[in-house]
């Protein structure tokens, strides 16, 4: 069965930075490659939406307009987890933050991604 766990969710301020890991189980290294791995989150009263995807080697990277220049997404296939460094981080960031995993092309559309993890959440607040 696949699965994937998100952690380093928690309280900051605005303006900190957290990282947060995916890691996978039940891929071999060599499976993983062929994953487009996603990161979405969720806040309250509002839609899920895709905030960052990386193509299975890493060689292709995107994120949404609100996090640009702000995020940064990167894979260790070796370790079957990605990572989501967020940085100068506001209160509109606050949200639970899940990844999942695509066999498709990279896309920011969750409906094209197939295992879910459960979440984190992060909050913004000072």
């Known amino acids: 069965q696949l699965q994937l766990v998100e952690s380093g969710g928690g309280l900051v301020q605005p303006g900190g930075s957290l990282r947060l890991s995916c890691a996978a189980s039940?891929?071999?290294?060599?499976?993983?490659?062929?994953?487009?791995i996603g990161w979405f989150r969720q806040a309250p009263g509002k839609e899920r939406e895709g905030v960052s995807y990386?193509?299975?080697?890493?060689?292709?990277?995107n994120y949404a307009d609100s996090v640009k220049g702000r995020f940064t997404i990167s894979r260790d296939n070796a370790k079957n987890t990605v990572y989501l460094q967020m940085n100068s981080l506001k209160p509109e960031d606050t949200a639970i933050y899940s990844c999942?995993?695509?066999?498709?092309?990279?896309?920011?559309?969750?409906?094209?991604?197939?295992?879910w993890g459960q979440g984190t959440q992060v909050t913004v607040s000072s």
């Open positions: 999942a995993a695509s066999a498709y092309r990279g896309t920011l559309d969750s409906r094209m991604y197939d295992y």
């Open positions: 039940g891929f071999t290294s060599h499976t993983l490659q062929y994953y487009v």
């Open positions: 990386i193509t299975g080697t890493g060689d292709s990277t």
